[in-house]
C-alpha cells in the first residue's frame, strides 16, 4: 500500500515539473513574442492561442493532482477542528469519495469533449494562421485522473488506516494552512 502511495507521489511530482517547465517556457514564449512586438515589428504567430490552449490549460490541470497530493485545496475546519478524531475521519473519507465522484464526471466528459476535438481535429485562427489545438483537450482528462487516483488512493488508506505515502508534508503548504 505504501509503496502505491509513493508511486503516485512520484507521479504527481512528474506532473510539477512538467508544470513549472510549462510555465517557464509560457514567460519565455510571451516575452519573445513582446519583444518582437515592440522591437522588430514581429510578434511570434499564434502566441495568444499557444499560451491560452496549451499552457494555461496543462498547468491548470496538472495542478489539481499536485494539489490533491500536498492537501493544498481551500479547506475550512472551523467546525472539524472541534470534533473528536473519528467523525473527522467519516467526514475526510466523505468528502474524498464525494471528490472521487465529481472528478471521474470531469475525467469522463473532459474525455468525451478531447475524442470529439481530437476526430474533428479542432483549430483555432490568430491573424491568418490555423493553430491545432485539439492536444490541449486531452490536459483535462489526464489531471482529472491524476487528482481522482490521488483522492481515492487517500480514500482507501484513510479506511484501511494503512501509511498512505504520500508527500503531504511540505513546509509551504503546512505554512499556507497554518
Not at 492561442?49 to 499536485?66: D, E, H, P, R, T
Not at 478524531?85 to 472528478?103: C, D, E, I, K, Q
Request: hydrophobic share 55%; net charge neutral; aromatic share 8%.
Amino acid at each position: 500500500m505504501f509503496m502505491i502511495g509513493r508511486a503516485l507521489s512520484h507521479l504527481a511530482k512528474f506532473a510539477s515539473l512538467i508544470g513549472a517547465i510549462c510555465v517557464v517556457l509560457m514567460m519565455l514564449h510571451v516575452t519573445a513574442d513582446v519583444l518582437g512586438r515592440y522591437l522588430f515589428n514581429a510578434p511570434v504567430p499564434g502566441t495568444i492561442v499557444v499560451v491560452a490552449n496549451y499552457y494555461m490549460v496543462f498547468v491548470a490541470f496538472i495542478a489539481l493532482g499536485v494539489a490533491e497530493e500536498k492537501r493544498a485545496h481551500i479547506s475550512v475546519e472551523i467546525l472539524t477542528d472541534l470534533m473528536p478524531p473519528r467523525p473527522r475521519n467519516v467526514l475526510s473519507v466523505f468528502s474524498g469519495v464525494l471528490t472521487v465522484a465529481v472528478l471521474v464526471v470531469v475525467m469522463i466528459g473532459g474525455y468525451t469533449e478531447a475524442v470529439s476535438k481530437t476526430r474533428g481535429g479542432a483549430t483555432m485562427e490568430q491573424g491568418s494562421q490555423l493553430v491545432e489545438i485539439w492536444q490541449s483537450f486531452w490536459f483535462v482528462p489526464v489531471g482529472a485522473a491524476l487528482m481522482a487516483l490521488i483522492a481515492a488512493y487517500r480514500v482507501i488508506a484513510t479506511v484501511t488506516g494503512a501509511q498512505n505515502g504520500l508527500s503531504e508534508t511540505d513546509t509551504d503548504v503546512k505554512f499556507i494552512n497554518d
